[in-house]
């Protein structure tokens, strides 16, 4: 069984200021890793994926996220913050070479001027 | 190439009435799964069906299920609707089942309202 805790429900930021959004995952077998951007009324965009290899992930939009075993961690960072990220995010974890996904209940990010 | 697309978009349905959604995956990819997002549980895994068959099946009563055909596209059903079946229905597409190939895109959604 996989779970998620997004540590956050609200992340404010100003405009050029570091985002870090925190992940924590748990799972019985080795995890694929996700995170997904969701803008209003709209679907989930993948930002980037941990599958295997490289621990450090780059993704769209200047967003990474270092996999990290040992604190079961995925946390997303992004150096400079841009009005355009505000959104929510969601981690999500799935089974080694399984679909279902399970997410976390998200982050909302704002952006201040 | 196109997109997952979802139909229709918005739909308004009474209590005790059934719902059909439909799903159209990217050309290609052989799984899809449907989830429902709400803003008390969040986002939620229904079922998946990779190959006209389901696969996986999260914690959803019987009067939810789907189908898939032949040609991929997949349809979610909904039977004697609740209150509190209103929600955002996603569904995702993915190229194949297993291994690495595991990135899911997702549609815009269907938004459902039962009054």
């Known amino acids: 069984a996989q779970s998620v805790t997004q540590l956050g429900s609200h992340v404010s930021v100003s405009e050029g200021a570091l985002v870090l959004l925190r992940c924590n995952y748990s799972?019985?077998?080795?995890?694929?890793l996700f995170w997904y951007v969701q803008y209003p009324n709209q679907g989930l965009q993948l930002l980037l994926k941990?599958?295997?290899?490289?621990?450090l992930v780059k993704g769209i939009n200047g967003f990474e996220a270092e996999f990290k075993k040992s604190e079961t961690s995925f946390h997303l960072t992004k150096p400079s913050a841009h009005m355009s990220d505000a959104a929510e995010y969601f981690c999500?974890?799935?089974?080694?070479?399984?679909?279902?996904?399970?997410f976390g209940s998200g982050t909302r990010l704002q952006v201040q001027p | 190439k196109a997109g997952v697309t979802q139909t229709p978009r918005y739909l308004i349905k009474t209590r005790g009435q059934q719902v059909t959604l439909s799903c159209s995956p990217i050309?290609?990819?052989?799984?899809v799964s449907w989830y429902q997002q709400t803003p008390g549980q969040g986002l939620q895994f229904l079922f998946e069906?990779?190959?006209?068959?389901?696969?996986n099946k999260g914690n959803f009563p019987g009067r939810f299920s789907g189908r898939q055909f032949s040609n991929s596209r997949s349809e979610m059903n909904v039977s004697t609707l609740e209150l509190g079946d209103s929600a955002l229905y996603l569904c995702?597409?993915?190229?194949?089942?297993?291994?690495?190939?595991?990135?899911?895109?997702f549609g815009q959604g269907t938004r459902l309202t039962v009054v």
């Open positions: 995702a597409s993915s190229r194949g089942q297993g291994g690495t190939d595991t990135e899911a895109f």
């Open positions: 999500a974890v799935s089974a080694t070479g399984r679909r279902a996904l399970t």
């Open positions: 050309s290609g990819h052989r799984s």
């Open positions: 941990y599958t295997t290899g490289a621990t």
């Open positions: 799972s019985s077998v080795p995890p694929y």
């Open positions: 069906y990779f190959s006209e068959t389901q696969r």
